[in-house]
């Protein structure tokens, strides 16, 4: 099943970044390596009790050909808007001659990564087990660790296809939405046959923040 959603490889996301101080070059990397550890669990995060028996070959090959192409530019990138990420990933796109509507999954959306979502991501668990194991719900708005309350570690993910001032059917539609680290391969997964504006809960009241947890979703206000 696995290689048969695969339609180029190594698979992906484009990966902006858009915070550049002294701290964000201390902890870049590490955040990074963070996020693939989250998206390698995701991919090997198996039900045994449903499926005793099955092959991990497909797992396995899924996880080695995963690679994101990360863009930094502390000149060009540096506090760049949603807006700015957006035009510049239609023109990659363009450039390589993708069109809207491609059903290869990192071709309808970017993730962008700035001072709040690297904050997050290295202020997570270190190991992706951790968040799921009781000590914090796999699903939800925070996380505990240490005796502290959390936002769930996420990076935003932006449409390129969004044209502000159109009419879509999603209410309240303004073109990204936040990612949860353990949702990363599900909404690549999603992605295949759907588009982020599917996939985006209604953002209602507009002053919310629409989140992706394979699910329904929620909104947050910070």
């Known amino acids: 099943m696995f290689i048969k959603w695969l339609s180029c490889l190594p698979w992906g996301f484009v990966i902006y970044r858009t915070v ?128 502290y309350i959390m936002l769930k570690p996420f990076v935003v993910m932006v449409d390129p296809t969004f044209r502000s001032g159109e009419s879509y059917d999603t209410p309240g539609y303004q073109g990204y939405m936040r990612v949860g680290l353990d949702d990363i391969w599900e909404a690549a997964v999603e992605l295949r046959l759907s588009t982020v504006e599917e996939m985006c809960p209604n953002v209602t009241p507009a002053e919310m923040i629409p989140v992706y947890d394979g699910g329904s979703g929620y909104l947050v206000n910070v």
């Open 20 to 147: 550049y101080t002294a701290e964000s070059d201390r902890l870049w990397s590490a955040g990074l390596a963070k996020i693939d550890r989250y998206v390698h669990w995701s991919i090997g995060d198996i039900d045994e009790d449903e499926y005793p028996d099955s092959d991990p070959f497909p797992e396995k090959f899924v996880q080695e050909t995963y690679k994101n192409l990360v863009f930094e530019d502390r000149e060009r990138w540096k506090g760049a808007s949603l807006e700015q990420i957006r035009t510049d990933f239609q023109q990659y796109l363009e450039s390589l001659g993708m069109e809207d509507g491609s059903h290869i999954p990192w071709s309808k959306a970017c993730l962008v990564i700035d001072e709040q979502c690297l904050n997050s991501i290295v202020s997570a668990f270190e190991e992706p087990e951790e968040s799921a194991n009781g000590r914090g719900p796999r699903r939800g708005f925070v996380i505990e660790k240490g005796g």
